[in-house]
């Protein structure tokens, strides 16, 4: 991937933007000002449903909260998608991760996470890579055609809605922020930063996350 199709996420040391964004459990509204003073936060930014590696790491997301929690971090994630077409999804998937909804990307923007741009040779290169993010695919596939693989194994059938979302965010980038109690960014971990396309879907591990939150101490 190009740097030139790279913009400036936000860096440890910097501000994190507040956001205020409806919470996908209830009728509340969740902002970084909630936490502020109160307790670090462990913010994901994903994409809509549609992507099968977010899915897969909000449930991976799900198993490092009470880890997280222990160490005095809260968690959320925030998924690019409606919150009532969130709700419909979460009845039956349920997950004990806190989750805000932003369906126009406003929060991915606002902390400057890349949206590459899908020229020609960014298609021939995610023909090229081969991933397997989760490491429960017998042998790493084309980006493509590991999404479909894992779409089929989890049964999840796109609507609508997802179609749609598609088109308004793919290729964006998902992000992952450690914020210290005073909403500064200690830790960042920007989707493809180290991997290059080769690190599409994947999640830091268990032991960096806790790690960076231990760091806040």
């Known amino acids: 991937m190009s740097t030139t199709a790279m913009s400036h996420p936000l860096a440890p040391g910097e501000p994190a933007p507040d956001f205020a964004l409806p919470a996908v459990a209830d009728a509340d509204t969740i902002s970084l000002t909630d936490y502020r003073g109160r307790s670090p936060l462990f913010l994901a930014l994903l994409v809509g449903l549609w992507c099968p590696f977010c899915r897969r790491q909000i449930v991976q997301l799900g198993a490092y909260d009470d880890k997280l929690k222990a160490l005095g971090v809260e968690s959320l994630a925030v998924v690019a998608t409606a919150p009532e077409n969130a709700r419909r999804y979460f009845k039956f998937r349920p997950t004990r991760l806190r989750l805000a909804a932003d369906p126009g990307l406003s929060t991915h923007r606002a902390y400057g996470v890349p949206k590459p741009e899908p020229t020609p040779e960014l298609l021939q290169a995610l023909d090229q890579v081969r991933v397997n993010p989760f490491g429960d695919l017998p042998e790493p596939l084309p980006v493509a055609e590991a999404a479909k693989v894992i779409q089929q194994f989890d049964g999840y059938v796109n609507t609508p809605v997802d179609d749609a979302e598609v088109e308004r965010q793919w290729p964006q980038l998902?992000?992952?922020?450690?914020?210290?109690?005073?909403?500064?960014?200690?830790?960042?971990?920007?989707?493809?930063?180290h991997d290059g396309l080769a690190g599409i879907g994947k999640l830091a591990s268990q032991e960096i996350i806790l790690g960076a939150a231990r760091a806040l101490h």
């Open 174 to 193: 998902k992000a992952y922020f450690m914020i210290d109690r005073d909403g500064i960014v200690r830790w960042a971990d920007v989707e493809c930063s």
